[in-house]
């Protein structure tokens, strides 16, 4: 399912870091009635494959998109879930 909200972070994570493969999902429909969804902010899956993540730990790759994606974290986005690697790997799990 692709949105206007999943579409405008796809393009500030593209232009952040060129990423050799990003999929981001709204996985909002999935959480609807949850208390954390009342404000109307949405719930978002991001694999990113990207040479930025090399070397970086979680924590660390995780505060570079935080970091790309801006005002988005406190205007669109209740909960991301983010699995990012620096190569090409097996993320589906």
């Known amino acids: 399912m692709s949105t206007d909200r999943s579409v405008k972070i796809e393009a500030l994570?593209?232009?952040?870091?060129?990423?050799?493969?990003?999929?981001?999902?709204d996985q909002s429909h999935l959480h609807a009635g949850h208390a954390g969804a009342r404000d109307?902010?949405?719930?978002?899956?991001?694999?990113?494959i990207a040479d930025d993540f090399d070397g970086?730990?979680?924590i660390q790759s995780h505060r570079l998109i935080y970091d790309a994606?801006?005002?988005l974290m406190t205007t669109d986005i209740h909960a991301l879930s983010i699995q990012a690697s620096s190569k090409s790997v097996d993320l589906s799990t």
């Open 13 to 25: 994570l593209s232009a952040a870091f060129s990423p050799d493969h990003l999929l981001v999902k």
């Open 40 to 48: 109307g902010r949405g719930h978002f899956e991001v694999i990113i």
């Open 56 to 58: 970086c730990s979680r």
């Open 69 to 71: 994606l801006g005002a």
